[in-house]
Protein backbone atom coordinates (compact mmCIF):
# COMPACT_ATOMS: atom_id res chain seq x y z
CA UNK A 1 0.00 0.00 0.00
CA UNK A 2 2.89 2.27 0.86
CA UNK A 3 4.44 1.63 -2.91
CA UNK A 4 0.73 3.16 -4.06
CA UNK A 5 0.54 6.31 -1.83
CA UNK A 6 4.22 6.80 -3.00
CA UNK A 7 3.50 6.49 -6.33
CA UNK A 8 0.76 8.84 -6.46
CA UNK A 9 2.67 11.69 -4.38
CA UNK A 10 5.77 11.71 -7.32
CA UNK A 11 3.11 11.57 -10.10
CA UNK A 12 1.48 14.37 -8.40
CA UNK A 13 4.66 16.38 -7.57
CA UNK A 14 5.85 15.59 -11.36
CA UNK A 15 2.23 17.14 -13.01
CA UNK A 16 2.68 20.35 -10.50
CA UNK A 17 6.12 20.96 -11.07
CA UNK A 18 7.79 19.50 -13.73
CA UNK A 19 5.18 19.37 -16.55
CA UNK A 20 5.55 22.14 -19.05
CA UNK A 21 1.96 23.01 -19.75
CA UNK A 22 1.01 24.88 -23.03
CA UNK A 23 -0.08 28.31 -23.01
CA UNK A 24 -3.93 29.16 -24.06
CA UNK A 25 -2.22 30.25 -27.88
CA UNK A 26 -0.45 27.52 -28.35
CA UNK A 27 -3.38 25.29 -27.72
CA UNK A 28 -5.30 27.47 -29.73
CA UNK A 29 -2.86 27.04 -33.07
CA UNK A 30 -2.57 23.80 -31.86
CA UNK A 31 -6.15 22.80 -32.40
CA UNK A 32 -6.64 25.07 -35.75
CA UNK A 33 -4.07 22.74 -37.22
CA UNK A 34 -5.73 19.87 -36.11
CA UNK A 35 -9.26 20.79 -37.33
CA UNK A 36 -7.64 21.80 -40.72
CA UNK A 37 -5.53 18.61 -40.90
CA UNK A 38 -8.52 16.76 -40.19
CA UNK A 39 -10.61 17.83 -42.92
CA UNK A 40 -7.84 17.88 -45.16
CA UNK A 41 -7.98 14.05 -44.91
CA UNK A 42 -11.91 14.10 -44.24
CA UNK A 43 -11.70 15.21 -47.92
CA UNK A 44 -9.17 13.47 -49.54
CA UNK A 45 -10.92 10.18 -48.14
CA UNK A 46 -13.97 12.02 -49.50
CA UNK A 47 -12.63 11.72 -52.85
CA UNK A 48 -10.85 8.48 -52.72
CA UNK A 49 -14.47 7.11 -51.85
CA UNK A 50 -15.75 8.90 -54.77
CA UNK A 51 -13.05 7.33 -57.14
CA UNK A 52 -13.47 3.85 -55.81
CA UNK A 53 -17.29 4.05 -56.35
CA UNK A 54 -16.36 5.11 -60.15
CA UNK A 55 -14.56 2.18 -60.77
CA UNK A 56 -17.14 -0.38 -58.72
CA UNK A 57 -19.80 1.27 -61.20
CA UNK A 58 -17.99 1.02 -64.54
CA UNK A 59 -17.26 -2.36 -63.57
CA UNK A 60 -20.44 -3.78 -62.88
CA UNK A 61 -22.03 -2.56 -65.89
CA UNK A 62 -19.68 -4.06 -67.61
CA UNK A 63 -20.47 -7.30 -65.90
CA UNK A 64 -24.25 -6.80 -66.06
Partial sequence: MKKIIT???ESYNELVYK???PTMPE???S???VMIA???I???IFVM???FEGVMKFFYEQLF
Avoid: C, E
Fill in 31 to 33: AVV
Fill in 19 to 21: VSW
Fill in 27 to 29: LSN
Fill in 7 to 9: YVK
Fill in 42 to 44: AAL
Fill in 38 to 40: SLV
Fill in 49 to 51: DLG
